[in-house]
């Protein structure tokens, strides 16, 4: 089934404190698929995991690719504690997975690994989605009209009419 098109100009509603979170890995050796395969797996386990359990505080996530050899995630959590929470759940898809991954680079394995947090404030995001399907927080989220947040990108930050000088319409 294709998503809507939204034809007039969107903004994800987020009222409350939130968390994207990044993570990704590298393929170093595309011939040592035993190496990295067991690793790649595990991902989706967890998503699965996260998108039945939504109790947990994962609120959606977007699959990305890097050309030849990275795959990564961009992540949003309803907060930091429930991400937290999740990575240290020791019944969960995460612990075992992550204790496997240091195993193996330990051992000597050339996976890449990487994550990135970030902790955004209550009306510190912003987006704007025009002819788009819901992607990323919009999808995330909810979309409504931008014109219920405001015109420009600082309004729809709660800046001062003052800070939008010189602004470009977003």
Do not use: K
Request: aromatic share 10%.
């Amino acid at each position: 089934m294709a998503a809507t098109i939204a034809r007039e100009r969107m903004t994800a509603r987020v009222d409350e404190q939130l968390v994207v979170f990044l993570v990704g890995m590298r393929i170093t050796r595309f011939w040592r698929v035993g190496e990295w395969w067991p690793v790649f797996r595990a991902m989706p386990r967890m998503l699965r995991e996260l998108s039945r359990e939504r109790e947990r505080g994962m609120l959606g996530y977007r699959l990305c690719l890097s050309p030849l050899r990275e795959i990564f995630l961009v992540q949003y959590w309803s907060g930091l504690e429930p991400l937290l929470a999740y990575a240290s759940d020791s019944d969960g898809e995460h612990r075992p997975a992550w204790a496997e991954l240091n195993r193996r680079l330990r051992s000597g394995s050339r996976i890449g690994f990487w994550h990135e947090t970030f902790v955004v404030p209550a009306g510190s995001a912003e987006s704007i989605y025009l002819n788009m399907p819901p992607v990323g927080l919009g999808a995330a989220t909810e979309l409504i009209p931008v014109a219920g947040r405001g015109d420009r990108l600082a309004q729809r930050l709660g800046r001062p009419a003052g800070q939008e000088a010189g602004e470009a319409r977003g």
